[in-house]
């Protein structure tokens, strides 16, 4: 790499073009800045652009995830089912940029690998892997909690001979599964995607599994006329609904606890949520449903039962049911008819407990029960998640201060939006964000608007200097800290707790997200900007 003599200039910097790097490009350009957003892909879409695997869709509704800023989008557009598929969400992307003529402002092809702050000039210079530089007074990441692709450190995975990638680096150009002998290795949400329709037309297919994961079902459907007509008259009633609720999604807990009613009554309930679509067997259980292990353990069996019922081979079945975590306390996959891949004839399921994998071979997976012959291998292994795609950017802030070093044993955030050390700089999506724990683009709308609000303020006044104070900044890490301390999932290990199993430090646990709900966090970032952005330096 050989870096550019001539640094762009910009007033703003936007790394990412995904949904929240576009809406923030939106929102800068009605400020009248100059704008560059750096995007490692070939176009817009973020994660719809990079994980294109058979499957991939969306398990918030389709209706409750676009973009609710255009009153014209919303009506101009229409999903064609309940929970979109990837292809029709990356024509939706594709749809909002030509409507605003946002790629002008784009630069494609570009990964940036450092950003730092010059303290003399008040302003950020990134530079990109081709040398490509560019200088701004503010700096905005939108790189997503979900962006950076983790692969196993298993021996001898470059021996193998047939196709192998990354469920997002899945293969662009058409590739062949009917009649090839197929691995999946993950069960996690991906992959409960990916396996049912996999083994529609793969010859065989042979799912690796470590830890299995509780999945609730999707029940998706396509969008009728009439339901159409519904939602576009009702998009107000529908994003009030989402701003009301806890993670940003149509459903929100039940206020009754799960002890409070009769057996008979939560077997009903838990049937009725069983029988609906989407995340209301999560999020709208029994409000206690994830800080009573009592309780969890009524939903927890619930779940097992439906798994051993769905599942004919009741061996297969105990291996499918997780024994390490309550039902919740990890992110839940939603599936469609992923427990009954495992009744065809063409499925097995490794155990990778009872056999764990010893290396990877030229022809297949080898295992300490024996060899697995493959001609594809797909690792489902999920991503290094939230910190991810910051700690592959050399972020220096003051004085050369790096954010990894500075985040090494957790991070440390203002709002989840701002780092003390690090002026101008705003982390959409960020760890401590309730963006990284919610219906992404309903809470990453407040995280755009509070950051063009908060930039809009700074030009008023002249100031051209913002910056987390280190005691606010440790206040709002103790109170992201505190409000999970009670919730069942910051006892599991997942990746809301940074649990990484390539990390250097795999003891660590640290909470990355906010769990106190999406209600409280915007309360609390309107409570600073009211009082003259609170807990900033300005200057």
Known sequence: MSRTTHCEEHDAIVIGAGISGLYQLYRLRELGL?????????????????????????????????????GELLQEWEWSEHFSPQPETLRYVNFVADKFDLRRDIRFGTRIVRASWDEAALAWEVEAEDGHCARARWLITAVGPLSVPQLPGIEGMADFRGPSFHTSDW????????GRRVGVIGTGATAVQLIPVVAETAGHLTVFQRSPNWCAPLHNAPIDAGTQARIKAGYDAIFARCRASHGGFIHDA??????????????????KLYGEPGFGIWMGNFRDTFVDEAA???????????????VRDPET?????????????????????????????????????????????????????????????VYA???????????????????????KEKWADGPKTLLGIQISGFPNMFTLVGPHNASSFCNIPRCSEQNVEWVADCIRHMRERGVNRMEASEAAEAEWTEHVHESASRMLYTKVDSWFMGVNPNRADKSRRIFLLYGAGAPLYREKCEASAANGYEGFELA
């Open 34 to 70: 100059r704008v560059r957003v750096f995007e490692a892909g070939s176009d817009v879409g973020g994660t719809w652009y990079w994980n294109r695997y058979p499957g991939a869709r969306f398990d918030s509704e389709s209706y409750s995830y676009g973009f609710s800023f255009s």
């Open 171 to 178: 293969p662009r150009e058409p590739l062949e599964l009917a």
């Open 254 to 271: 039940d206020r009754r606890k799960a002890m409070e009613v009769s057996a008979e009554e939560r077997e009903a309930f838990y049937e």
């Open 296 to 310: 969890n353990r009524t939903i927890s069996d619930f779940m097992a039962r439906k798994i051993r019922e769905r």
């Open 317 to 377: 079945a105990e291996k499918l049911v997780p024994k390490d975590h309550g039902f919740g306390t990890r992110r839940v996959p939603m599936e469609t008819g992923y427990y009954e891949t495992y009744n065809r004839d063409n499925v097995r399921l490794v155990d990778l407990n009872e056999a764990p994998i010893e290396r990877i071979t030229p022809d297949g997976v080898l295992t300490s029960g024996g060899e697995h012959p493959l001609d594809i291998l």
């Open 381 to 403: 292994t999920g991503f290094d998640a939230v910190t991810g795609g910051f700690d592959r950017i050399d972020i220096r802030g003051r004085h050369g201060q790096s954010l």
